[in-house]
T-cell receptor, first 113, second 111 residues
């Protein structure tokens, strides 16, 4: 069973702080990883993708991948109230059906003004 | 959700009736997916398509069927709706190497 695990939260951080969201995955053959943001009542929106070990930065967002530990994280710097949402981690597995994503259940982030 | 639309956005139907949800894309992406999202379960794959008339089952396919007669359209049918199929349904599209783009979702209530 291919699984993606996330802490459901809620994770509360003060405005301006760094929010750290974590995700682990079960299949060592996973190739690609994605972070989605989902506001309440809306559809998921892709914010970051990462394919190689290390860090990838895009504005206030940094995705980190450690394939040896099967661990993916998302850092949000200078958190804003508008970042309050549920963040979904997803993994694309290798092999048959490799175009499918498996999603974690999401971590709810609350940024307190 | 530029390039992908779902219809209807909301639907209430009675137990035992058939229901069809439509996903339409203008991106010419090869892959299309239907997910359902429920509290405590996250997004779960119902069916997916990797080309015209090429479809396969996901993890929660019982009670659902799909069809894809054109690249741009992917239909999800609930053969005989049950209360357990009350959910939010999302369609998504993708190409090789890319993440998904999701539609706005359909909120289905089975009474």
């Amino acid at each position: 069973q291919k699984e993606v695990e996330q802490n459901s939260g809620p994770l509360s951080v003060p405005e301006g702080a760094i929010a750290s969201l974590n995700c682990t995955y079960s299949d060592r053959g996973s190739q690609s990883f994605f972070w989605y943001r989902q506001y309440s009542g809306k559809s998921p929106e892709l914010i970051m993708s990462i394919y190689s070990n290390g860090d990838k930065e895009d504005g206030r967002f940094t995705a980190q991948l450690n394939k040896a530990s099967q661990y993916v994280s998302l850092l949000i710097r200078d958190s804003q109230p508008s970042d309050s949402a549920t963040y979904l981690c997803a993994a694309k597995y290798s092999g048959a059906g490799s175009y499918q994503l498996t999603f974690g259940k999401g971590t709810k982030l609350s940024v307190i003004p | 959700d530029a390039g992908i639309t779902q219809s209807p956005r909301h639907k209430v139907t009675e137990t035992g009736t058939p229901v069809t949800l439509r996903c339409h894309q203008t991106e010419n992406h090869r892959y299309m997916y239907w997910y359902r999202q429920d509290p405590g379960h996250g997004l779960r794959l119902i069916h997916y398509s990797y080309g015209v008339k090429d479809t396969d089952k996901g993890e929660v396919s019982d009670g659902y069927s799909v069809s894809r007669s054109k690249t741009e359209d992917f239909l999800l049918t609930l053969e005989s709706a049950t209360s357990s199929q009350t959910s939010v349904y999302f369609c998504a599209i993708s190409e090789v190497g890319l993440g998904y783009t999701f539609g706005s979702g359909t909120r289905l209530t089975v009474v």
